[in-house]
């Protein structure tokens, strides 16, 4: 059972950024995924969460309106396009899995998001 | 939607109590049983501990235990060993349909 990130990088103020999270060693369509990002030294900030058939979408008033979460569960892939990156978007970003409502169980390891000009 | 709050560090000797505490407001802790608590090494990725407020998921040890009085819900780790030492995170469901997590703790074993 494992969750794997991929996408981040550096991109510079006002830039885009798309992460991936892709599952494997379970049925994936189950279960609602989040995002959840640590900003260097810092404490951890959920940022979005998708239901596992997409039927519910939520985000932190932090990235309203700026991010997207989808999912793609024939690819078993989770995505989060993020637009009009801040300085203070840098951060660690985790996806992580729902078991029961709202419990983390599975998380990746991390992508790094560096926002810099 | 503000962080919940928890204390920035606690300590305590190896085979000694410690509890955590996690406090919010009644749009999140004191309403909701959606409370949950992770564990986080340096360089590595949190792990789940305790969810809906008291339960352990299978494997992790019955160490760990969890409530919640009112506004606050807070974990005790009894038995304290050297590597119980991390960083512990609160976490809440809210009453605008966020998620929300504590600021953290800091557990230094003596």
């Known amino acids: 059972v494992q969750l794997v990130e991929s996408g981040g990088g550096l991109v510079q103020p006002g830039g885009s950024l798309r992460l991936s999270c892709t599952g494997s060693?379970?049925?994936?369509?189950?279960?609602?995924i989040n995002w959840v990002r640590q900003a260097p030294g810092k404490g951890l900030e959920w940022v979005s969460y998708?239901?596992?058939?997409?039927?519910?979408?939520k985000y932190a008033g932090s990235v309203r309106g700026r991010f997207t979460i989808s999912r793609d569960n024939a690819k078993n892939s989770v995505h989060l396009q993020m637009n009009s990156l801040r300085d203070e978007d840098a951060a660690v970003y985790y996806c992580?899995?729902?078991?029961?409502?709202?419990?983390?169980?599975?998380w990746g390891q991390g992508t790094t998001v560096t926002v810099s000009s | 939607q503000s962080a919940l709050t928890q204390p920035a560090s606690v300590s305590g000797s190896p085979g000694q109590s410690i509890t955590i505490s996690c406090t919010g407001t009644?749009?999140?802790?004191?309403?909701?049983?959606?409370v949950s608590w992770y564990q986080q090494h340096p360089g590595k990725a949190p792990k789940l501990m305790i969810y809906?407020?008291?339960n352990r998921p299978s494997g992790v040890s019955d160490r760990f235990s969890g409530s919640k009085s009112g506004n606050t819900a807070s974990l005790t780790i009894s038995g304290l060993q050297a590597e119980d030492e991390a960083d512990y995170y609160c976490?809440?469901?809210?009453?605008?349909?966020?998620?929300?997590f504590g600021g953290g703790t800091k557990l230094t074993v003596l």
């Open positions: 009644s749009g999140d802790v004191g309403n909701y049983n959606y």
């Open positions: 060693g379970f049925t994936f369509s189950n279960h609602p």
């Open positions: 998708i239901s596992s058939r997409s039927e519910a979408i």
């Open positions: 809906d407020v008291s």
């Open positions: 976490n809440s469901y809210t009453n605008s349909d966020t998620l929300v």
């Open positions: 992580t899995r729902d078991s029961v409502a709202y419990a983390m169980d599975v």
